[in-house]
């Protein structure tokens, strides 16, 4: 699934001359939120609900350099969805080499936010989600 296309700015790079780590980050979180609101997990519902998402745990592999310029996009797919969590995975591609510049790993809880704790997804966010569980984007993914 498309989450999030972009373009890296002169801004974007650090004293090397690439994309600073907070950056590749930052994608990442716009591309999580895009993912949650495809799911049901929608800003509307969050604030009503009184709900919240927490990432409990995040690895990045940062396979590429990416250069001012460089046009980006990150495609995501589902690997678990739990009651209460839910793991998925971001590839952010260089749109014109197509090569994997970055791959991330997240594991995101569904939180009451009033009494701060975990809670369960309704029954149709975790239907959504199932429908995107899927195998990993690329080949290299798989190692």
Not at 8 to 37: I, R, S
Request: with cysteine.
């Amino acid at each position: 699934m498309l989450t999030y296309r972009g373009t890296v700015f002169p801004w974007h790079c650090d004293h090397v001359g690439h994309m600073n780590v907070m950056w590749y980050v930052g994608k990442f979180d716009e591309a999580t939120w895009q993912l949650f609101n495809a799911i049901g997990l929608t800003p509307s519902y969050l604030r009503t609900a009184q709900r919240g998402m927490a990432a409990v745990d995040q690895q990045i592999k940062y396979l590429r350099e990416l250069h001012a310029g460089a046009v980006v996009t990150i495609r995501t797919v589902v690997r678990e969805v739990h009651e209460k969590r839910i793991v998925f995975v971001h590839e952010m591609c260089n749109d014109e080499t197509g090569e994997v510049a970055a791959r991330t790993i997240l594991v995101a809880v569904h939180m009451d936010t009033s009494i701060r704790k975990s809670c369960p997804f309704p029954p149709s966010v975790i239907e959504s989600a199932k429908a995107l569980i899927g195998p990993p984007q690329s080949p290299e993914a798989q190692k």
